[in-house]
């Protein structure tokens, strides 16, 4: 099967080292094992030309915006900077007018040799998808990871209103399948106007070939400054949403009980320099190491240096819609989690059989679980043994494949 993959958001580098971008490559890449070929076409491909690129598991072709559309984008942001004033608008006008610029490189790029497939990652204001599947005359996959319209007012402010939540609704009616990567999503898309019947829960996945048990590395290990006490680890992006506020007020109670306790932070983000003050002021900066971004093929490394690992979602303001990528991670390499009752989160995490959970939002109950875990060694052992079997049974990449092969074979005898 050829396989058109499109991921037009702006804000997915997809040779990047952001977790939706390693999503999108690893996907990709269990598609090719699977025997498909599959071109990448994506507006963006690094954040930063600084960055070492990924190695990309298929031919990628970037879709840039035009000319004039950048122009359009470039009054507008002139226009907010003489008012003295900042709103989304410039970024949502990107988004709307590279719908056409992509339809029309696509078309004219595949007219003589189109797939038989178009699997979209959804993003704001992106139709193209759609379009782009009826002048093939072939399926369209729509991957859900996010309430597109509800997160961008939550988190960003949107400049139009309800044209957002239009395109949105749009796009999931008009998709032959929508992919959702949570139970949350499914029932988001199916209120939105999606048929039922059409809207299939695919969660997210890991590549168990990077991500597996296995022994620490002792000289990452000594890099780290890692001396035989206990170590608690986070991986992801230093963001409100991922709980990462929590993560001083906990190394230090938990210092007050484990004396060589450690923890390792496998990432980086807007929120590392108040968290390095705030471990300063609680005397515990010298227990913490942070790696900063790290190539996805590194973090495993990391993680196995881990004896608990934690995922200290607060309670959003909203329904707990995330499909974390680095709760899958964790438990693949066998690696006991103490995470949040939200959600999926407690959909994939069994207590006390693949590890641990406890009330969202409640530290003394976070601290709690990482502490009987640093005690009990054998139960440890026991939950992580069980996570890394509960992802190698059903949570990886090549298990999505298959379920977009599926999906593709039952539609395809439907359509003409």
Known sequence: MKILYLCPDLGVPVLGRKGAAVHVRELAAALVRAGHEVVLAAQMLNKSPWEKAAEAPCPVLQVRPS?????????????????????????????????KELEAEITRRFESNPPDLIYERASLYATAGVTLARGFKVPHLLELNAPLAVEQSAYRATGFGELAATSERWTLTHADAVLAVSALLKEHAISAGAAAEKVWLVPNGVNT??????????????????????????????????????????????????????????????????????????????????????????????????????????????????????????????????????????????????????????????????????????????????????????????????????????LRPARP
Not at 78 to 84: K, P, R
Not at 92 to 99: A, D, F, G, I
């Open 209 to 410: 070939e990077l991500f597996h048990p296995g022994p620490s590395d002792p000289q990452l290990r000594a890099r780290f400054n890692l001396d035989g006490g206990p170590v608690l680890g986070f991986v992801g992006g230093l963001r409100p949403w991922h709980g990462v506020e929590s993560l001083p007020e906990l190394v230090q109670r938990l210092a007050a009980k484990h004396a060589g306790v450690r923890l390792v932070i496998g990432g980086d983000g807007p929120l590392r320099k108040r968290l390095e003050e705030e471990l300063a002021q609680r005397g515990v900066r010298s227990r913490v190491f942070i790696t900063g971004l790290l190539p996805h093929e590194e973090i495993p490394s990391v993680v196995r240096l881990f004896d608990v690992a934690v995922a200290p979602y607060p309670a959003p303001e909203h329904a707990f819609y995330f499909s974390p990528l680095k709760l899958f991670e964790y438990m693949g390499c066998g690696i006991p989690v103490v995470a949040p009752r939200l959600g999926q989160i407690a959909e994939v995490v069994r207590d006390g059989e693949n590890g641990l959970l406890y009330p969202a939002g409640d530290l003394e109950s976070l601290a709690a679980g990482c502490s009987r875990l640093f005690e009990e060694p054998r139960l440890r052992r026991e939950l992580g043994a069980q996570a890394a079997k509960t992802i190698s049974d059903g949570f990886t990449w090549d298990h999505n494949a298959a379920r977009v092969a599926e999906i593709y074979g039952r």
């Open 67 to 99: 000319l004039n559309a950048g122009a359009a984008v470039l009054g507008l942001k002139e226009f907010n900077e003489a008012l003295g004033i900042e709103n989304s608008l410039p970024g949502e006008l990107r988004r709307l007018l590279y719908n």
